[in-house]
């Protein structure tokens, strides 16, 4: 059965539109808390509370790159942006000095190569809203991030995306292995969620061993610029 909408997939300008993209980005980012909160390592109740600053803050900050999946119905004009809905997303964190990305030896990570030799970006936050689900989104969602890391500069050559995944999660296991990432070490929820920039988000007391138990799963893909 055709599908009732068209889909397509972008980069969020810093500078273009923000306002209208921060309040579009809140309307998917609180969906998707309210959806799937165990899939954040933040809370419908923390960001519903969040200002129109602050949402402009988060696409903005200079280490963060956020791509969208959005939606348009077919019987709608692709050009009006009212008709268009955000249905997914996917966030880059980086580029990462060597020195920043390295793990301790026990998480079994490869060791990092030079900064001059390369680049190196965490990928995060992959959702898509359920009714859309089903018709390979996320994975294209996540090509056009490494799309945009091949062609926004030329060097250094080589370029090394990394994520981490909750241990037993196969199906997104499975699209990260389609996508080219493979299997690279085994990570702490500590490390995870510094990895992320969430490490205000880890609890001072309480929970440590929670916080120290090598159970996600640390999946790279190695892609080189042209």
């Known amino acids: 059965m055709a599908s009732k909408y068209t889909y397509s997939f972008f980069r969020i300008s810093k500078t273009d539109g923000i306002s209208a993209s921060a309040q579009k980005y809140r309307e998917l980012r609180l ?13 419908y109740e923390i960001e519903a509370a969040f200002i129109d600053t602050d949402w402009i803050d988060r696409l903005t900050v200079p280490d963060r790159e956020v791509f969208i999946c959005a939606a348009t119905p077919t019987d ?26 390295e793990l301790p030896p026990e998480a079994g990570q490869p060791p990092q190569r030079s900064d001059e030799e390369e680049e190196r970006w965490q990928m995060l936050s992959l959702f898509t809203l359920p009714e859309h689900r ?17 062609s926004y500069r030329s060097s250094p050559k080589d370029v090394q995306v990394r994520l981490m995944v909750k241990a037993g999660n196969d199906v997104t296991v499975e699209l990260y292995r389609r996508l080219g990432f493979i299997h690279a070490g085994k990570a702490t929820l500590a490390e995870a969620f510094i990895a992320n920039g969430d490490k205000h988000l880890i609890p001072k007391d309480g929970n440590e061993a929670m916080f120290s138990v090598r159970q996600g799963l640390i999946m790279i893909s190695r892609i080189s610029r042209s």
């Open 31 to 43: 969906q998707a808390l309210k959806t799937s909160p165990g899939s954040f390592s933040s809370t």
């Open 134 to 150: 089903g018709r390979g989104l996320g994975g294209k969602l996540c090509q056009a991030s490494i799309d945009y890391l091949r």
């Open 76 to 101: 709608k004009d692709p050009s009006c942006p009212s008709d268009i809905q955000w249905v997914g997303q996917v966030t880059l964190r980086g580029p990462a000095s060597s020195a920043d990305f």
